[in-house]
């Protein structure tokens, strides 16, 4: 096991826990989505907050950046009596809310964009998953069946032809963007999946979830081809490197693995340094990660090679 990684940087000013917390495609900014009903943009040279975007009535649960880097979207939970289902495009440079979409009929729990930056899916409470014309900011599709439980994660393949989808009955779906059809399912956790991630190069899927476990799939065949285990707590965030054969994940033990997926060895344990880490992702460079946490606070850490 490798030297253990240091926190670079602190991104500090939620007045509560963070759910998700997300690069911009050029490394440059870091937005968060916390619970104080808050998204948040940030610097991450100097680690200063940049701008709030303020909207949603209750905790955010999922922000994106669009492929342009130019807008964010997020996603609002239906909690404490809040009537917020929606998704919500930000002007990064503004602040302003430039667009809302409407659909969900409880809280939404995540959204992905696809690569071209046309298109939107999103997943919720309800348990649908909804496609999202994003040029014309509508709803183009439900994807059939959806599920019968809490959609909790979503994830475009790379070239937004498919897609996955976890959720609470313990199934992973692929679907086909084009006709909402499902293609397969992939069955063997144990109780929620909480996240999904798609491999850069579209052959294989990652899921995270209740049972502790980190599984690696194959795309076309449905098998797993791979099981990380080691946390001792609930599984909830996973991501793929976007450079080379390594995975994060993290848990609510309070530590942040990064996975070789070669052979499926820890090479890294990281203590997140709160006890309830909330998400974990690569830097487009794949140098760092970043973490979430129910402490309110985001940490930048570096990687070994």
């Given amino acids: 096991m490798s030297e253990q990684p240091i926190v670079i940087r602190r991104f500090e000013g939620h007045t509560d826990g963070v759910e998700q ?134 994830a475009f393949s790379p070239d937004a032809k498919r897609a996955i989808s976890g959720s609470a009955e313990a199934v992973v779906w692929l679907w086909d963007v084009e006709s909402g059809e499902e293609i397969r399912r992939f069955r063997g956790h144990v109780g929620v999946i909480t996240s999904v991630a798609y491999a850069p190069d579209g052959r294989t899927a990652l899921s995270g979830g209740l049972d502790r476990s980190v599984r690696q799939w194959d795309i076309e065949t449905g098998k797993e081809r791979r099981r990380l285990t080691g946390h001792i707590g609930d599984v909830t965030s996973v991501a793929y490197s976007p450079v080379d054969p390594r995975a994060l994940s993290c848990a609510g033990d309070g530590t942040i693995r990064l996975w070789n997926l070669e052979d499926g060895t820890e090479i890294s344990r990281i203590d997140g340094q709160v006890k309830w880490i909330t998400s974990v992702t690569f830097s487009p460079d794949g140098r760092n990660a970043l973490s979430s946490g129910g402490d309110g606070v985001i940490r930048l850490w570096s990687l070994p090679d």
């Fill in 21 to 154: 917390a997300a690069f911009s495609p050029d490394g440059r900014q870091i937005a968060s989505a916390g619970w104080d009903a808050t998204v948040r943009l940030w610097d991450v040279e100097t680690g200063k907050e940049i701008r709030q975007f303020i909207g949603h009535p209750a905790g955010v649960n999922s922000v994106v950046f669009s492929r342009d880097g130019r807008s964010l979207f997020s996603c609002g939970s239906a909690e404490g009596g809040t009537s917020d289902r929606t998704i919500r495009k930000w002007d990064i440079e503004t602040g302003e809310e430039v667009l809302r979409l409407r659909g969900h009929t409880a809280g939404v729990n995540a959204i992905d964009c696809s690569r071209d930056g046309k298109l939107a899916i999103s997943g919720g409470m309800d348990g649908s998953v909804r496609l999202w014309d994003l040029e014309r900011g509508v709803e183009t599709l439900q994807f059939l069946g959806s599920h019968n439980f809490v959609t909790t994660s979503v």
